[in-house]
């Protein structure tokens, strides 16, 4: 079966900073792999690379359902096959919940505005939120803004989905309702790769998952393979770390 | 003479009027059209010194810096008086749109810069990874977020443009300032000048009220 996303040899290089060094990756259709590892580790960088919001070294390439990620014409059309959730939402505070998941597809995909709007109301209710819609964003709870920020990501039906530590801004107690949407998803097939520090969803929600260190990967596995039997000692010591507060 | 008949005379008035009023249409012709014109003008230049490849953006930054540092007036005469002698004759009411236009353009492009600065990156990383295209990034996201924090300096700088207009009698211009001197020479009262001051007062004073109301818009609809 074919890759989704084929990563080849990345590295990037910031100033005399190595942030990445040869990381290879292959994510298949459906799949939801979890990235972890110690701030600094690149995995933030690393996903970023995957729609060129960061750019890379020229050694390395990066393909999105066989479409090569570099500047130029194609690279909007990568982009929109590449859906994002950021840390920090990163929602439009002008546009109302509503207009926010419904811009891109009457844009890119050049869907009326009713037809954008009926999608962006299946979205909203599909991620709890459909009274909210003609809300802006600055009247919703951080928990809630993640949610809608979800929603504006699959309303242009991309083939993959990223997450760039999606829980890491929320007060704790938003966190959970994020992580139910985010597991929804994973269940209905959709194709993700996850930047997170909740090692209880990577467990739980991973096909496989990733550790990595100083901008490489050092380990990957099932969930079980990596949490409950690490074979590579920094996997351990990082592991560790957390266990233990 | 009675304060009255020195500085209001009805009489005065009544005379002079009509041509004042003829002044402040000129005076709001010129106004609007520098105005637009220089919004038009700073956008692109503010577009053109962030986001263009080198050589434009050094233009930009040249543009900018001198159009700023020129005094209004010296640009006014150069324009009406000098290009003539390279063979660009422009009409008195051209000679000042174009200096009124170059002088508010600079000023705008950078109040635009800054607006534009301001949008956290996390507006822009999310618009591109949605595939917006650049055109709609500005359009649909980075713009209209940027007026709501430009739109106090640009509208000072438009009163700037409106007070400015009164420099165009230096090049003959029929404006409104004009009219008055005019006015107050033939008739030997000041009378017209102080109506010349109220209309000024009463086409800015709206414009400042209607920015405020804007500014609460704005506060209430945003985050």
Redesign the interface.
């Known amino acids: 079966m074919a890759a989704i996303v084929s990563i080849r040899n990345l590295s990037k290089r910031f100033g005399s900073a190595q942030v990445l060094t040869g990381v290879s990756l292959d994510v298949e259709e459906g799949e939801v792999v979890c990235v972890i590892g110690p701030s600094g580790a690149g995995k933030s960088t690393l996903i970023r690379c995957i729609n060129l919001l960061e750019d890379f070294d020229k050694s390395g390439e990066i393909f999105v359902d066989g479409i090569e990620v570099r500047k130029g014409r194609q690279l909007a059309a990568v982009r929109a096959e590449v859906g994002m959730v950021f840390q920090s939402f990163n929602l439009f505070p002008h546009l109302t919940v509503q207009d926010n998941i419904a811009l891109a597809p009457e844009r890119v995909r050049g869907l009326s505005v009713e037809e954008a709007r009926a999608r962006a109301r299946r979205l909203l209710d599909r991620v709890g939120l459909a009274a909210h819609a003609d809300k802006y964003p600055g009247q919703l709870s951080g928990g809630q803004q993640q949610r809608v920020a979800i929603a504006r990501a699959l309303a242009m039906e991309p083939r993959v989905l990223l997450f760039d530590e999606p829980t890491s801004a929320l007060d704790p107690e938003m966190v959970g309702e994020v992580l139910e949407v985010m597991k929804g998803l994973a269940g209905s097939g959709v194709t993700m790769i996850v930047v997170t520090h909740e090692m209880g969803f990577a467990r739980q929600v991973a096909d496989r998952v990733i550790f990595m260190d100083g901008g490489q990967v050092v380990e990957t596995g099932t969930p079980q393979q990596v949490f409950d039997a690490p074979r590579e000692q920094r996997t351990r010591s990082f592991l560790n770390a957390i266990i233990r507060h | 003479m009675s304060f009255a008949e020195t500085f209001l005379n009805l009489d005065v008035l009544r005379n002079s009027f009509p041509l004042l009023l003829s002044g402040l249409g000129v005076t709001a012709r010129l106004g609007l059209v520098s105005i637009a014109a220089g919004l038009v003008l700073g956008l692109f230049v503010a577009l053109a010194r962030i986001y263009s490849v080198q050589p434009f953006r050094l233009l930009a930054r040249i543009y900018i810096d001198i159009f700023r540092s020129v005094p209004l007036l010296v640009l006014l005469i150069v324009v009406y008086y000098a290009l003539p002698f390279v063979g660009l004759r422009l009409s008195p009411f051209m000679s000042a749109a174009c200096a009124l236009t170059l002088v508010s353009g600079a000023y705008a492009a950078e109040i635009f810069r800054a607006g534009i600065e301001a949008i ?1 990156r ?2 822009f ?2 618009s ?6 650049y055109r ?1 990034m500005m359009t ?2 980075i713009l ?2 940027a007026i ?1 924090i430009v739109i106090p300096p640009l509208t000072n700088n438009c009163i700037n443009v409106i007070k400015d207009t009164a420099l165009a009698s230096v090049v003959a211009m029929p404006d409104l300032l004009k009219q008055a001197t005019q006015a107050q020479a033939l008739e030997a009262n000041p009378t017209p000048l102080i109506v010349a001051a109220l209309m000024y007062v009463a086409i800015l004073w709206p414009l400042v009220l209607l920015v405020g109301r804007l500014e609460r818009r704005f506060r209430q ?3």
């Not at chain 2, 591109?128 to 295209?133: F, R, V, Y």
């Open positions: 956290p996390g507006q990383e999310a591109q990874a949605l595939g917006l295209s709609h649909d996201v209209p977020q709501r609809g945003g985050s």
